[in-house]
């Protein structure tokens, strides 16, 4: 059959409708009136007036660091976002993330807890007596450190726990009872004697080796120097420790802290060392590495990616691990670097942020694969960087920016006194004391006879210094409380003496002198 031409084809056509539509037909074709935005109502902001969100003050709405280097297709600006806040009712300008992050739920904070005073000192009370019933049960005075004084939130007590026994393990709180009524009582004496005693022994073990220095003592002495400090000993003026104080420290720390669990401030009560001597770096051996190994972190784990196999990951759009293939050494030295130390890791992840070409950084993803980093601590050291206008180096210490703005007073400088003025010194409170006790005597005479005049001549024996031997003392006017004595010398020389005596440091033995009376009318 031959098709036939679409000029003859019947169109179908729908059913003439001779009814008119229903009313419920209207109302459904209707359309609903939009409802407008209160927000939009807001009259447009002015062009010549720099963006800036009302929370962050980021003067872009679209954070520029997070488009990378794509390229830019589009010419469209994006607007703000604007929200009322509950609070004060106020229309606020946001950027894009402030406004997205603005009607979302916040995680609520979880309160900082802090320690009861009372609870605190009460507790340590109770160490010192623990530590006290110690002493009376060994027979040691050592024995007085054999207690864990640390309280940060709660109460330790790792030490006295262990001492006693696993018995008392669950009044390890606040409320030491156990700890009141000494030690050594109850089935358990003699296992927590021996316990005890084992702490005693390492911690007189390690009181030895730390007398030990790394030098000979012996040898120092017999040089017989009155210097200060020797030249052998060395830049850390005799304080550096031996190499088997080292090893013995390393060796029952990990015995303390991994087997019997004790905190790390007990560990340190028992075997006499500090902080500082784990993760300090020694000025006299700036090659050694840092006594103490870390446990923690990627790189300690070995959880780090071989830098030759990271372009085969992927991080993010901009590909950061490509760089991995042209700067392979440069990978290499960042992570060697932040391995190292605290410190030196931040200024590797602030050379990684650095942004080159505008707003391009390394993104977080990328930094962490090289340097065993936190998301959290690469976040910190960015926001450093944007407040103090990309200054690589880490904040300082809090202690260390306390004490420079709270330094210690000076002493003040005692200036040393010459043989000559201290004697000169003498001379006077040796006239002075004369003075004083010559002065009710002449106020008794002088009340006796109204025309009376006292001189006195005070002789001494000439000294090598040059000093001139004969003084004279006018005192015709020493009744009067206003002025003061003064002394002449037969070199002409007239010096004024004080009321207080003068404290002189050099002692100096002063002839006898011979005081000669004349009374004149």
């Not at 669950?170 to 358990?188: I, K, M, T």
């Not at 010559?438 to 109204?450: D, G």
């Not at 007239?494 to 100096?508: E, G, N």
Request: hydrophobic share 30%; aromatic share 6%; proline share 7%.
């Amino acid at each position: 059959m031959e098709s036939r031409r679409s000029s003859e084809r019947e169109r179908k056509r729908k059913p003439i409708r001779f009814q008119s539509p229903s009313e419920d037909e209207l109302k459904a074709k209707k359309k609903r009136r939009r409802r407008l935005n209160p927000l939009l109502r807001i009259p447009r902001r002015d062009p010549g007036i720099p963006f800036k969100c009302d929370l962050c003050g980021s003067p872009y709405v679209i954070d520029p660091s997070r488009r990378g280097n794509r390229p830019k297709l589009s010419s469209h600006h994006p607007s703000p976002r604007h929200k009322v806040d509950p609070v004060t009712g106020k229309t606020l300008t946001l950027c894009n993330a402030c406004g997205l992050s603005f009607d979302r739920p916040k995680k609520p904070r979880r309160e900082r807890c802090e320690p009861d005073p009372e609870e605190k000192k009460k507790y340590q009370e109770e160490a010192n007596q623990f530590a006290l019933s110690l002493v009376d049960g060994l027979g040691d005075p050592d024995a007085s450190r054999l207690c864990c004084p640390h309280f940060k939130f709660k109460a330790c007590g790792c030490l006295q726990t262990y001492i006693i026994g696993d018995i008392f393990s669950q009044y390890r709180s606040v409320s030491l009872v156990p700890f009141q009524a000494g030690p050594f009582n109850g089935n358990n004496m003699q296992e927590s004697r021996e316990r005890a005693s084992e702490m005693l022994q390492m911690l007189k073990k390690a009181k030895e080796l730390s007398s030990k220095k790394c030098y000979d003592i012996e040898e120092i002495r017999s040089q017989g120097k009155a210097a200060k400090r020797s030249k052998n000993i060395g830049l850390g003026n005799g304080q550096r420790k031996s190499c088997e104080f080292e090893e013995f420290v390393l060796e029952k720390r990990r015995y303390l802290r991994d087997t019997l669990k004790l905190c790390e401030r007990a560990t340190q009560r028992v075997l006499l060392y500090s902080n500082n001597f784990l993760h300090k770096k020694l000025k006299t051996d700036p090659s050694k590495p840092l006594r103490i190994v870390r446990q923690k972190g990627k790189a300690a784990l070995g959880k780090l990616k071989v830098i030759e196999e990271l372009p085969k990951e992927r991080c993010c759009v901009d590909n950061c691990v490509m760089i991995a293939l042209t700067h392979t050494n440069l990978l290499k030295q960042w992570r060697d670097r932040a391995v190292s130390g605290q410190t030196e890791a931040r200024r590797v992840l602030a050379e990684m942020l650095t942004p080159s070409g505008g707003a391009r950084s390394n993104c977080y993803k990328f930094i962490s694969w090289v340097t065993g980093c936190s998301h959290s601590t690469i976040g910190r050291v960015n926001e450093q960087m944007k407040e103090t206008g990309g200054d690589r180096e880490p904040p300082s210490h809090g202690l260390i920016k306390w004490w420079q703005e709270n330094p210690k007073p000076k002493k003040p400088k005692i200036k040393p006194i010459s043989q000559q003025q201290a004697q000169v010194d003498a001379v006077q409170q040796v006239a002075l004391q004369q003075i004083q006790q010559t002065l009710p005597q002449v106020n008794i005479l002088q009340a006796a006879v109204s025309s009376a005049g006292l001189s006195a001549v005070m002789m001494q024996p000439a000294v090598s210094s040059g000093i001139p031997t004969l003084t004279t003392v006018n005192s015709s006017q020493l009744a009067q409380a206003q002025l003061l004595p003064t002394v002449t010398f037969t070199n002409g020389t007239t010096i004024q003496l004080q009321a207080a005596p003068i404290q002189v440091s050099v002692p100096m033995q002063a002839a006898p002198i011979q005081v000669s009376m004349q009374w004149s009318r």
